[in-house]
């Protein structure tokens, strides 16, 4: 049996509660059916995220007594500077305090109106730093990509023809930069293959456009080009890792997820271009030592990244997502296949037929989850979706409930517990109707968006 084997031991715990059926109805109506509106308090399982909640090593939290705290030269600051050289081999650094930080700096820099950045697939707060500028989002995600079932080791890929097609019918001076999005979030935390990264990269050496890796899910990214990749089978961990990093001008990542931590940055291969975004640093996020974070939060993002280099560490997330998705699917339950890193993605559009997703099925399914089970997960479809200028609706290509496995948080009887919950909902999934906005913010709307049934 495929059942997945913590590396790990737990040595400090949470008391959870799990409040009844009469009290997460109450709780979901007073967050507007919109599970970022829940007080963590009332929720039994959090699957929202694996952002910024996954479990410190020991290491980790040695290391934070040892942080420096200095607002300038701070020698924590040094180390994280280190050991992202040591592994992206890229001289020049700017941190900044989220992931979201160093796409506002990225898209200051490069983007202006008329601007096209081509990539896999859009990241929500990406796409929104890009068109808030004026600039375009193009997703060039392979077919299989869109499917929500098939067993294509690599989702995440780019078509490179459409890629080339796109430069050539846009020009080079309106494409900056190429952005690709390792464990690509919204199409279920699926990998691109280091092949197709050479490959994506080759094109654009060839016109001369830089290449930009968002490096935020890099680490199930890394476990699958391992296990699913023939020709890099023989290579370590930390091989894969200079071997992406190699093809890229910049590397930006969220540390919340890359570094099991909290804060981010971008990492940069040369001076001019550093140049070009670092006056931009101590505006947005702190001075260039720090970037908004704190030296605790550098020093276990240190550890992080060298924890990432070892395979037992970050199989953990992929195994566990791929137990729940066999349990699902084995269920008759659709979930997304392959089972990516992140979390595992259930598929809305069959699971709800009867709700359309103008009435946003998979927020409706994610507020019915938790009256279900308590468990919180995400809505990742329509909702997350910016409106058209013109104000019309956008349907999500795919549209999800992601429950998301932060690292080394849960137990396998805790998500057993969820894959029961799902099961039980599939069957009764009829009681499940859709929900119309009733408080819409302008730009991110899913964050704190109120819904109301239909
Ligand atoms: N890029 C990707 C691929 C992400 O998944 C995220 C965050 C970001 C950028 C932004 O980083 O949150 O540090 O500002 N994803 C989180 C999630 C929010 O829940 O998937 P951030």
């Known amino acids: ?12 715990v949470q008391k959870l509660c799990l409040p009844t059926v009469e009290q997460r109805q ?33 290491n980790q939290q040695a290391a934070m007594l040892q942080a420096d705290d200095a607002y300038a030269g701070s020698a924590t600051f040094t180390r994280l500077e280190g050991k992202l050289r040591e592994l992206f081999g890229m001289d020049y650094y700017l941190p900044t305090h989220q992931g979201r930080a160093a796409e506002n700096i990225l898209a200051e ?18 796409k929104a730093h890009i068109t808030r500028l004026g600039g375009r989002v193009e997703e060039l995600i392979c077919d299989e990509g869109l499917e929500s079932f098939n067993d294509y080791p690599f989702k995440g890929n780019f078509n490179v023809d459409k890629l080339r097609a796109l430069i050539e019918s846009e020009g080079v001076e309106k494409t900056p930069f190429v952005r ?39 680490q199930d990214n890394l476990y699958f080009i391992k296990q ?35 804060g981010g940055g971008i990492c940069i291969r040369s001076e001019a271009e550093c140049l070009k975004m670092k006056e931009l640093i101590p505006v947005y996020e702190g001075f260039l030592t720090y970037g908004g974070m704190s030296v605790r939060e550098m020093e276990a993002v240190t550890v992080g990244l060298e924890e990432t280099m070892d395979e037992d560490v970050i199989s953990q997330g992929p195994q566990f997502i791929r137990y729940m998705v066999d349990e699902l699917h084995a269920a008759g339950v659709p979930v997304i296949t392959p089972a ?21 099925s998979a ?26 200028p013109d104000g019309s609706e956008h349907l999500a290509a795919m549209e999800l409930v992601r429950l998301a496995v932060p690292r080394r948080v849960y137990t396998l009887s805790q998500v057993k517990y969820v894959i029961d919950r799902v099961k039980w909902l599939y069957e009764n999934r009829e009681i499940v109707g859709g929900l119309k906005f009733i408080e819409e913010p302008a730009v991110l709307r899913f964050f704190f968006g109120r819904l109301a049934p239909v």
Not at 370 to 378: K, P, S
């Open 1 to 12: 049996e495929n059942i997945p084997l913590e590396m790990h031991k737990v040595r400090i």
């Open 26 to 58: 109450k709780n979901m109506e007073a967050a507007g059916n919109n599970t970022f509106l829940l007080q963590n308090k009332d929720v039994f399982i959090d699957m929202l995220t694996d952002s910024g909640v996954n479990a410190m090593s020991d």
């Open 109 to 126: 820099t490069y983007v202006k109106p008329g601007t096209v950045i081509p990539m896999n697939y859009h990241f929500t707060t990406t």
């Open 180 to 218: 690709l999005e390792a464990g690509t979030n919204l199409i279920g935390g699926q990998p691109l293959s280091l092949r197709n990264i050479k490959d994506v990269c080759a094109v654009c050496r060839e016109y001369g456009i830089l290449t930009v890796l968002d490096a935020s899910l890099l």
């Open 228 to 262: 699913r990749e023939e020709a890099c089978k023989d290579m370590t961990i930390r091989q894969i890792t200079r071997e992406i990093a190699d093809q890229m001008d910049i590397l930006y990542f969220s540390a919340r997820k890359l570094g099991f931590a909290r």
């Open 340 to 360: 990516g890193g992140l979390g595992c993605h259930i598929d809305v559009k069959q699971f709800l037929p009867h709700v359309p997703q103008e009435q946003y």
């Open 363 to 388: 927020g409706a399914l994610a507020a019915a989850l938790y009256i279900a089970g308590g468990i919180r997960g995400m809505e990742r479809g329509t909702m997350s979706e910016q409106r058209e």
